[in-house]
Each structure stands twice: as C-alpha cells, then as structure tokens.
C-alpha cells in the first residue's frame, strides 16, 4: 500500500542520515584524537589539552624551534605577495596548532601551495623541511611530486632523526637519487617512530646499493618499526628478505598494540582474556 511504501521510504532516509551522521563524527574523531575528545568538548578545548600534554616537550626544544623558525623566514623574507605555503609552514614550525597532524601542499584548491613549493629553490624548501623536525603533532608528511632532489632526502634524513611523532612519510614522483635516499635509509637506524616509506616513481630507477642498504637495515633488524615500504625492489633475495621483516615488525607492532590493551584493561580494573591481535 502506500502508507506501506511511504514509512519504508522514511526509515531509508533515516538511515541515510544516520550513517551520514556517524561518518562526519568518526572525521571529527580522528581529526582531534580519540584519547583527548569527550562529549561535548569543543575543539578549541581538545587543542588545549594537547598543548598541555606537550608543554614539557615544547618547552625544552623552545630554542631549536625559535631557530628553525628565524632561518624560514629569513629563506622567505623575499616573497612579497600573499604566500597560503609560507602561512602554513609557520603553524607548522611555531606548533600552535595541534590538530595539524596531516602535512600535505596538496591542498584541493588548485594545488597552489604545491606549485608554490615546486618552485622554490632549494635551500628554501630545506628551510621549510627543518620546521618539522621537532613539531610533536606532525603524524603524517606526503611530499608526493614536491621536485625535491638530494639535498632534501639529506634534511628529511635530520627530519627522522629528530621528530618525535612522524609515522608515515610519502615522498614519491621526486628526484630523490642514491645519495638522498641512502641518507634516508640511514635514518632510519635510529627511527623509533616510522611506520609507512613511500618511495616509488623516483626520476630515476631506485639503484641496487639502495635495496641492498633496506635489506642490511631490515634484515638484520636494526630497524624493527617499519612495518610498510612502498618501492618496488627489483632483486629477489633483499624483496624476500625485506617483505618478511616486515611482516616481523608487523607481528611486533600488533604484540605491543596487545600488551598496552591488557595494561589499560587492568589499570581501568577490568580484568584480562582478550585474544592477542586484537
């Protein structure tokens, strides 16, 4: 009938609005951080918080990061029209916005702020690549088609070394030869934090020094956190090899991700018997 159709008509719609609804809140939730957002807590409230919880840390690289900040704009002080790039670099190495933890030039608008960057020479994009180096929010850098040559594997190599909180790097559709990426490669020895490396589509070919370097690196378990590698590694004795300690520092990461589950299960009093892997 169509009292019939009209009230299904209306649940679908429903429907469609809730899900809708959960998906921009499930945005929002990864946008402020699940461990700082509650109920009714604005964003402004959830920026306050991490900027508390990082006082301690952003107090003691205060001076290196006052640095970095006055080399940028002494790099820039020649741009004389309205840069969006050069404002959103400074949030970036001032670290006053804690909900800037995706870095990207791709900014949906016509790609301004990458074509700006692509045009810079280089000691200002090295300039700009050292404001990250001790920002604690920055999660995520995509410097995908960014023209970038060897002098900036060498600085995003400083970039590994010192950040605190860098997860995920893409740095495809680049220029990036051997010695930047052997630079890169190096970093990693003390890199704690790397999760994802993304290098494909180089100018050039990725040489076999390189993927012997992520064979030594992986292999031999000097670097036991990166558990994703985006390059197409040609030979078959290091791609064996490298695929499977990844999949050993995959196995360590969901162990670790387990024990920290059951620490918090017991601190909250709820006792245990979840199955690993969670």
């Given at each position: 009938?169509?009292?019939t159709?009209?009230?299904?008509a209306t ?7 809730l899900v809708?609804t959960?998906a921009?809140?499930?945005k929002?939730l990864r946008?402020w ?8 807590k604005s964003?402004e ?5 991490l900027?508390?919880q ?5 107090e003691a690289t205060?001076?290196q ?6 080399q940028?704009?002494?790099?820039t002080?020649s741009?004389?029209t ?11 190495g001032t670290c ?5 933890t995706h870095v990207?030039f791709?900014d ?5 702020m990458?074509s ?10 090295y300039?700009?690549l050292?404001?990250?180096c001790?920002?604690p929010?920055v999660?995520?850098l995509?410097l995908n ?8 594997g060498e600085v995003?190599?400083?970039v590994l ?5 860098l997860?995920?790097l893409s ?6 030869r051997?010695?930047g990426?052997?630079a890169?490669v190096?970093?990693?020895?003390t ?6 490396l993304?290098?494909?589509h ?5 040489t076999t020094?390189?993927e012997e370097a992520?064979?030594?690196?992986l292999?031999h378990a000097h ?10 590694v ?5 791609r064996?090899?490298?695929e ?5 520092n995959?196995d360590?990461a969901?162990a ?6 059951m620490r918090?299960r017991?601190?909250r009093?709820?006792g245990v018997?979840?199955?690993p892997g969670?």
């Amino acid at each position: 009938s169509m009292d019939t159709t009209s009230i299904v008509a209306t649940i679908a719609v429903n429907m469609i609005l809730l899900v809708a609804t959960i998906a921009r809140l499930s945005k929002h939730l990864r946008s402020w951080g699940t461990q700082n957002w509650r109920p009714g807590k604005s964003k402004e409230d959830a920026s306050r918080a991490l900027l508390e919880q990082h006082a301690a840390e952003l107090e003691a690289t205060r001076p290196q990061r006052a640095a970095l900040v006055e080399q940028f704009e002494m790099a820039t002080a020649s741009i004389v029209t309205p840069s969006p790039l050069r404002r959103y670099l400074l949030r970036l190495g001032t670290c006053t916005d804690p909900m800037l933890t995706h870095v990207t030039f791709e900014d949906g608008h016509g790609s301004s702020m990458l074509s700006e960057f692509r045009c810079w020479m280089p000691s200002r994009q090295y300039a700009a690549l050292r404001l990250l180096c001790h920002n604690p929010f920055v999660t995520s850098l995509v410097l995908n088609g960014c023209a970038l040559e060897d002098g900036a594997g060498e600085v995003l190599a400083e970039v590994l070394t010192l950040s605190p909180s860098l997860t995920a790097l893409s740095v495809e559709g680049n220029d990036l030869r051997e010695p930047g990426l052997l630079a890169l490669v190096e970093s990693l020895r003390t890199n704690t934090t790397l999760r994802e490396l993304r290098l494909h589509h180089q100018r050039l070919t990725v040489t076999t020094p390189v993927e012997e370097a992520l064979h030594a690196l992986l292999h031999h378990a000097h670097n036991t956190t990166l558990c994703k590698l985006g390059l197409a590694v040609r030979n078959d004795v290091p791609r064996h090899r490298i695929e499977a300690a990844l999949m050993r520092n995959i196995d360590a990461a969901r162990a670790a991700r387990h024990r920290e589950s059951m620490r918090r299960r017991e601190e909250r009093g709820e006792g245990v018997g979840a199955a690993p892997g969670d």
